[in-house]
């Protein structure tokens, strides 16, 4: 078995104007005093990373390395969940979206979505060049509108929607598995790929795509009533990544899982800092030990009462206490006794071969 390496840190939303977090030097100082060793950083986030420079140039990315290094931290990961989402967008949401877009693409979908698509396959090289394995990001969404449909969706409006969704993905993937990094896609309402059921329709569609794989976030299942260890059971050998965000969800006469458009405090799902939610975490660590996960456990910070100064300060030593140092032996090991097959044959009253011949 493997032992989770951590505890790191998103740094996308604690990225600021002001210092220490508004260059990567100073916000990875930051994060070592508080207790992580590794950060994953936000691709799109100019503050702490050029995304083409990093694609282009070793000395850029030994640069970036060595910073993070003097300051005793590890780049974990990159992450492309804007530019990712705007792979797929539906028109419903072309004008929300498009302040996740430079200017020069805004009001232009098919040139915003076309941006997306070499954003991601810089992240590709920029993976490659970092030395890293995974990358993060999201699916985007073009069947999203029609989760819980009034009037009924007509035939074959998903499978269509899903069949664009993996034609646009496919060349992403092949860029990834060229550059010898998985890309995880992290499962999150409002995404196409946003529970179980969703990434195998998207995983068939890409030819079981070794490097299409899963960012673990249990909070989001939370939000969606899902059981997320589950969950572990059944796509373990695809989860390459993993956010440690906390959530609840406290139903009400009133509300349930869509919240009544209220907002994140008013909520009956609600992310929350770690330890504050109901996410069982001692059974996550315990099951992504079991089937030997060997990536980094990621603080996501967001919570609507928290603040974040406080949620980062204690999620360092919450996610330490977690990391379960594995095992090398077996428990009893104690009590074994020494034995051969002539021996275990005479145990199970088997006689020696000769006699069985």
Not at 6 to 18: E, R
Not at 57 to 70: P, V
Not at 250 to 278: E, M, T
Not at 316 to 343: G, L, M, N, V, Y
């Amino acid at each position: 078995m493997k032992t989770i390496k951590g505890p790191a840190i998103f740094l996308a939303q604690f990225a600021d104007d002001v210092a220490p977090f508004n260059n990567l030097k100073e916000i990875s100082r930051w994060a070592a005093a508080l207790g992580y060793k590794g950060v994953q950083v936000p691709s799109w986030d100019g503050r702490l990373f050029d995304l083409r420079r990093a694609s282009e140039s070793h000395d850029y990315c030994d640069e970036i390395t060595g910073t993070l290094k003097s300051n005793g931290v590890d780049l974990t990961e990159l992450s492309t969940h804007l530019q990712g989402q705007l792979v797929a967008v539906h028109p419903a949401y072309d004008e929300a979206f498009d302040g996740f877009a430079p200017d020069s693409v805004r009001g232009n979908p098919p040139a915003r979505q076309k941006w997306a698509v070499e954003q991601l396959r810089l992240a590709a090289r920029a993976s490659a060049n970092l030395g890293l394995k995974a990358h993060a990001t999201f699916s985007g969404a073009l069947a999203w509108p029609y989760v819980y449909p009034w009037p009924q969706r007509p035939p074959g409006l998903i499978d269509t929607a899903f069949n664009e969704l993996s034609k646009r993905w496919r060349p992403i993937l092949d860029a990834f598995d060229a550059a010898g990094v998985d890309l995880c896609f992290e499962l999150h309402p409002g995404e196409d790929l946003h529970d179980g059921i969703t990434f195998e329709v998207f995983l068939e569609r890409v030819g079981g795509h070794k490097r299409c794989n899963i960012l673990f976030d249990p909070s989001h299942f939370v939000l969606q009533q899902l059981d997320y260890l589950g969950f572990i059971d059944i796509y373990h050998t695809r989860i390459k990544m993993f956010h440690v965000k906390d959530a609840e969800f406290r139903p009400s006469g009133r509300q349930g899982v869509y919240g009544g458009y209220q907002p994140w405090i008013s909520r009956a799902g609600r992310f929350r800092s770690l330890g504050d939610g109901q996410v069982d975490f001692r059974a996550i660590f315990s099951k992504l030990a079991q089937y030997d996960f060997e990536g980094w456990a990621v603080l996501e910070w967001e919570c609507c009462v928290k603040s974040s100064e406080q949620g980062a300060k204690e999620g360092a030593p919450f996610i330490a206490r977690h990391i379960i140092q594995t095992t090398e032996r077996p428990f009893d090991d104690f009590a074994k006794s020494s034995s051969d097959t002539e021996a275990n044959r005479s145990m199970l009253g088997l006689g020696n071969r000769k006699e069985g011949a």
